[in-house]
């Protein structure tokens, strides 16, 4: 059984992404117990899954390996991993939750070896690819990963593979018949940082996603830059692994439409320049970019990235929604819609169609165990009637990496508030 | 009652989309537009050459004033109503309707492009049918054919001439009913009575509008 030690003047921080682990660090480097619960097997969240943040085009890797040792070096810290939390009832500074912990089928002994990996036949869909790949279902999630455990997926357990795997750990590592368990904690705050998912780019019908294997989501794509994705960091197209060279971004893929996700999700253009930095890096003058846009919303200090990106002449703006994908013989995308500017009709064809896909909260508020006020995308508002639970990050807006951190800190230092209260009432 | 048009262009003076936004129908739309441009390529008439101004530029030339550019345009009048701009608006501009509404108030005002085959087939259906309450396709289609003259409509009819055969074979067409009033709904007074009141409604609707408030 997994024991948790939490009292009223405990913060839960449900999250393990960038704004969780802000939080949590947060309030636990002033001095607070925090419980941090992830669903994942791994911390970092959607930020681990970027090859490389705007604007400083630097490595997400470098940002997390931070905040891993500061998380190492505080005790008071309990990480829950694969733990989701199904029930929260109480009120303010007297919270009790329950948390579901599925098995990891590994427990601590395990040094990330790798025999399991290379000993297990069976393969699974590579998640942190976003299924992209394949990998064995013996598996550490990526290179980066916190815990650095591997992970047994339940799909093997009760197979031979799963013996194979139990089999080769020198360390015994492996523990087959873990059970998924639920444990209860107290505590009296609540940091509801559970970030955000891509929109399914699926329900945007006139842009083929799902029917033409050239055209990929903007999180995808990210994977595909990354010498640690799927392709090993080429920029290769999934339907026949030619090089990509000549690649369309699609903006407001998703947002901004009363249809689809009413808000602008902000980080959408940004994202966008700065993957035309990845196809210029890989094929220099050969690698040629299209933004197709309504209008870019570079906003705060990066309008100089946004200015730096439209000097560059390989990469050409067209002020206009796409407003269908076609496919021609060759199976390149085409692009076809009205250009803003002059009013033309245009019908161009790319290798590949990255569709910036806007972002909306991967839990959403109703679905929150708990009376929390949200608007009709679902983000979480700040109200009174949320009492003790302090929206961060991406589950209250559509935030990029800086200000989920920005809004991670504010909602730590909210949640501190509340348990000192507490400290003091029980002093 | 006069010229509307210079009626309407004295009123609004240089403020076509105050004109627009209080005289055509969903004309307060337009301001709601954001220039993506989905409706235009969305469109399946924009391949057409009659095609002159794809909607989101209607929308930009009605705030940019251009008056006799809009109502002259053959835009509005080649739209077919397939509803694609309309159900794909990220703003959710009812573009159709939008474009129905300044055909409309172009014809209105008497300046909407002259000798336009939709706007001819429109005014020739909705006499037909508000007469008796029913559609005499022989006489619509005559009126249609002979637009441009008897050679002109002779050679339409012959092109046709096979559709007409299985129209009569089928009991779709009465040749018949060349001559006549053809056939009729059964409470043909009371269709009328219903169309002038809709009339009225609607006079009364625009009067309201139409008069300057303050």
């Known amino acids: 059984m997994t024991s948790v030690v939490a009292t009223n003047q405990t913060i839960l921080v449900v999250g393990g992404g960038i704004s969780g682990m802000t939080a949590a660090l947060e309030a636990a480097e002033t001095g607070k117990q925090v419980v941090l619960v992830e669903k994942n097997p791994y911390l970092g969240g959607r930020t681990v899954q970027l090859y490389r943040y705007f604007p400083k085009m630097c490595h997400p890797t470098c940002g997390l390996e931070i905040n891993l040792r500061r998380l190492k070096a505080n005790p008071r810290i309990q990480v829950l991993t694969m733990a989701e939390v199904t029930g929260i009832s109480g009120d303010k500074g007297a919270y009790n939750i329950s948390v579901k912990l599925k098995p990891r089928y590994v427990n601590e002994n395990c040094t990330a070896c790798g025999e399991c990996g290379k000993a297990v036949k069976a393969e699974i869909d590579d998640e942190f690819n976003y299924n992209l790949g394949k990998i064995k279902a013996a598996y550490l999630p990526s290179s980066m990963a916190y815990p650095q455990r591997y992970v047994i997926d339940s799909s093997i357990v009760g197979t031979p593979d799963g013996e194979v795997a139990k089999a080769v750990c020198k360390y015994n590592a492996v523990e087959l018949d873990m059970q998924e368990e639920v444990v209860t904690l107290n505590a009296g705050a609540i940091v509801w940082a559970t970030g ?75 994202a966008s320049l700065k993957q035309t930095h990845y196809v210029q890096e890989a094929f220099g003058n050969a690698g040629k970019s299209t933004i197709y846009y309504i209008d870019i919303r570079a906003i705060d200090r990066f309008e100089d990235f946004y200015q730096n990106v439209k000097a560059n002449p390989n990469v050409s703006f067209v002020k206009s929604k796409v407003a269908r994908i076609t496919e021609d013989k060759e199976g390149n995308p085409v692009c076809n819609g009205v250009n803003v500017e002059g009013y033309k009709r245009y019908a161009t064809a790319h290798d590949l169609v990255v569709l910036a896909l806007g972002m909306e909260p991967s839990v959403k508020g109703m679905d929150i165990p708990a009376e929390v006020m949200s608007d009709s995308s679902g983000f979480i508002m700040a109200d009174p009637v949320n009492a003790g639970i302090f929206g961060a990050g991406c589950a209250t807006n559509a935030l990029d990496v800086n200000r989920a951190v920005q809004s991670a800190t504010a909602a730590a230092l909210r949640a501190i508030q509340v348990v000192n209260k507490v400290a003091r009432a029980e002093a | 009652m006069g010229d509307m048009n210079t009626q309407m262009a004295d009123r609004y003076k240089n403020n076509f989309l105050k004109e627009i936004e209080e005289q055509a129908e969903m004309g307060e739309w337009v301001k709601m537009c954001m220039q993506c441009g989905l409706c235009s390529g969305s469109c399946p008439t924009n391949f057409q050459a009659g095609w002159d ?112 055969m299985g129209l009569v074979k089928s009991g779709r067409l009465n040749l018949m009913e060349a001559v006549g009033g053809g056939h009729k709904c059964k409470d043909l007074k009371g269709i009328h009575a219903m169309l002038t009141k809709a009339k009225e409604l609607e006079a009364q609707r625009k009067a309201a509008k139409a008069t300057p408030a303050g």
């Not at chain 1, 920029?235 to 947002?255: H, T, Y």
């Not at chain 2, 573009?95 to 509404?101: K, L, Q």
């Not at chain 2, 085959?117 to 020739?124: D, V």
């Open chain 1, 196 to 270: 955000w998912q891509p929109y399914d780019a699926s329900k945007i019908v006139y842009y083929g996603y799902g029917r033409f294997p050239n055209v990929i989501s903007n999180v995808e794509f990210e994977r595909l830059a990354d010498p640690h994705g799927p392709t090993g960091g080429k920029i290769l197209r999934p339907s026949d692994g030619k090089e990509a060279k000549n690649v369309a971004f699609i903006q407001c893929a998703g947002s901004r439409d009363e249809n689809h996700l009413r808000h602008c999700s902000r980080f959408c253009c940004m």
């Open chain 2, 53 to 164: 101004h794809p909607p989101q530029e209607i929308f930009m030339m009605i705030r940019a004033g251009k008056r006799d550019e809009v109502l002259a345009s053959n835009s509005m009048w080649m739209c077919t109503s397939c509803y694609n701009c309309y159900v794909r608006c990220p703003r959710k501009v009812p573009v159709t309707h939008v474009m129905h509404g300044i055909a409309e108030y172009a014809y209105r005002i008497g300046r909407s492009p002259k000798n336009q085959p939709t706007q001819h087939l429109s005014k020739t259906f909705w006499d037909n049918c508000t007469k008796y309450g029913r559609v005499n396709e022989v006489k619509l289609t005559q009126t249609l054919y002979f637009k441009d003259g008897i050679g002109s409509g002779i050679k339409k009819a012959m092109e046709m001439q096979s559709v007409a």
